[in-house]
């Protein structure tokens, strides 16, 4: 599985940008993809999450009612729309493709097996 994550760039606060994520190779029917990002100096931390069946989505409290999540299962393709974007959301984004069948379980790193190369998000104060 190749994930390749892009719509990364610089914002101004409350400003607003799009990441796209393309999944590509051999997916499978059923999977969960998630976003993570890490600001320098810091941990990776979850941001959101969606399986492709069924459209189920789960958020990272600093982002719920400012970030949502979609996919076009036929481009294998998922969405991360960022809103009322704040300084402390810059960071390098990731995207990753993994398995589990809990939702919930898919804020851990470990839960995911594919990730894709980041992209950076910078928003300006």
């Known amino acids: 599985v190749q994930l390749q994550a892009s719509g990364g760039g610089l914002a101004q606060a409350g400003g607003s940008l799009r990441l796209s994520c393309a999944a590509s190779?051999?997916?499978?029917?059923?999977?969960?993809m998630g976003w993570f990002r890490q600001a320098p100096g810091k941990e990776r931390e979850f941001v959101a999450a969606?399986?492709?069946?069924?459209?189920?989505?789960d958020y990272a409290d600093s982002v719920k009612g400012r970030f949502t999540i979609s996919r076009d299962n036929a481009k294998n393709t998922v969405y991360l729309r960022m809103t009322s974007l704040k300084p402390e959301d810059t960071a390098v984004y990731y995207c990753?493709?993994?398995?589990?069948?809990?939702?919930?379980?898919?804020?851990?790193?470990?839960?995911?097996?594919?990730w894709g190369q980041g992209t950076l998000v910078t928003v300006s104060s």
């Open positions: 990753a493709v993994g398995y589990g069948v809990i939702l919930s379980a898919m804020r851990l790193i470990r839960s995911y097996d594919y």
């Open positions: 190779g051999r997916t499978f029917s059923s999977y969960v």
């Open positions: 969606i399986r492709r069946n069924g459209g189920s989505t």
